[in-house]
Structures are given as C-alpha cells and as structure tokens.
C-alpha cells in the first residue's frame, strides 16, 4: 500500500493569512490529483498535476508537483472562509489505476 | 445532471447481517470506485473497476463484494456487517482510468451496531 501523509491534519487561521498543506511519500506516483470536500458532500476535484515540478495555479491557490512525483503542496494566498474545508491529494498509482488518497488537511478560516 | 448516485444516504444495520449500497453514473464513465472515509484516515479505496466486467481489489477489500455488469451501476454488499464497517462510503466515476477526474457521489453514512 503506497501511504500518502497529509500536514498539517488541522489548521486554523484567520482571514487574509497565507498558508501551505503538504502531500508526502516515499512512493513516485504517476500523477496526483487535489480535492476539496465539504461536509456532508463527495469531494470534488481542484486540480491534477503530471510532470514533476510542475506548478498550477487556480486563482489564490497554487499546486506544485516534486520533481520525484512523490509530493505535492497546496498554497493558499490571502485565504478566504470560503477555502474553509477538508483538503485531500491522492496519488495514481503507476500501472494499476488505483487512486490512494492522502489522510487528508482540515482547514478552518476565521473570519 | 444527476451525476453519481449514491442509495441510501442513511442506513443503520446490526451486526451480521447484509447489504448492498447502490451506486449509479449517468456521464458513460469506465472507471468507477467505492472508497470509506474514517476520521483521521482520508479515503481508503475498498474496490475499483475500469469497466464492465472488470472488478479490482483496492487497500481495503476485506467483507466487501462488487460486480460491475453494467457500466452505469458499481453496487457495494456488505456479506456480514461488522462494527468496523460503520463509516461513510463514497463511490466515485471517472473517465478511462484513474487519471481523470473522479467525481464523488453524496456518500452513505453506515453505522453497524
């Protein structure tokens, strides 16, 4: 089982603050996805990165891939309470189509 | 556009018994995949198909069935319900592969008592 592991698991910070999640394993992934998920609700997809060291940006949110595939980060610039959420990567697996997702970040922005 | 939809939202078994939680996709996705979230522990992959007839174990297979007979409907059985079941199941539709963007049902709560 190829584990990704999630930090910080909580943070709490006010509006208009930066902030950054990672995604992090020993295992190389043939590419890795971000989702945000609301409560009550499935998560739904932010974005998908590919290449290592790639970066996207959506927004105020920028994503990185590692140049080893094996870790992602989540930038959120000037965070808003409508970023609050539980933020999940997941990472596809080389060979065998199987999307393991990470433990998962729960981000809270204080008005 | 009804996307994934996920039967029941809500069920409450006792222990041992059974039961199959529905799936269905209307967007003619090959890939499909049921997934439990536990606090703490994200999404843990309980079992994935990348088309009709064709059914895979994820990380947490154990008491769970699947089949897949037809690409619009993945349904999960539960064969006898244990008390660490009790979790929230979401089951997911995607493209061709992994790859591609995973769209998630609402998600059933099951608590086995």
């Known amino acids: 089982t190829q584990l990704l592991e999630q930090s910080p698991q909580f943070l709490s910070i006010q509006e208009g603050e930066n902030l950054t999640v990672y995604c992090n394993s020993s295992?190389?992934?043939?590419?890795l996805q971000w989702y945000r998920q609301e409560p009550g609700e499935g998560p739904v997809l932010l974005v998908t990165?590919?290449?290592?060291?790639e970066v996207k940006k959506l927004k105020r949110l920028t994503f990185q891939f590692g140049d080893a595939r094996k870790d992602s980060s989540l930038h959120i610039t000037a965070a808003q309470p409508g970023d609050t959420g539980l933020y999940l990567c997941a990472g596809l697996n080389f060979g065998n189509e199987k999307l393991t997702f990470g433990t998962g970040t729960r981000l809270t922005i204080i008005p | 556009n009804a996307g994934v939809t996920q039967t029941p939202k809500f069920q409450v078994l006792k222990t041992g018994q059974s039961m199959t939680l529905q799936c269905a996709q209307d967007m003619n996705h090959e890939y499909m995949s049921w997934y439990r979230q536990d606090p703490g522990m994200g999404l843990r992959l309980i079992h994935y198909?990348?088309?009709?007839?064709?059914?895979d174990q994820g990380e947490v297979p154990n008491g769970y069935n699947v089949s897949r007979s037809t690409t619009e409907d993945f349904p999960l059985r539960l064969l006898s319900a244990a008390p660490s079941q009790t979790s929230v199941y979401f089951c997911?539709?995607?493209?061709?592969?992994?790859?591609?963007?995973?769209?998630f049902g609402d998600g059933t709560r099951l608590s086995i008592l």
């Open positions: 990165v590919v290449t290592g060291g």
């Open positions: 198909s990348v088309g009709a007839g064709i059914t």
């Open positions: 295992s190389v992934f043939s590419s």
């Open positions: 997911a539709s995607g493209g061709s592969s992994g790859y591609q963007p995973q769209h």
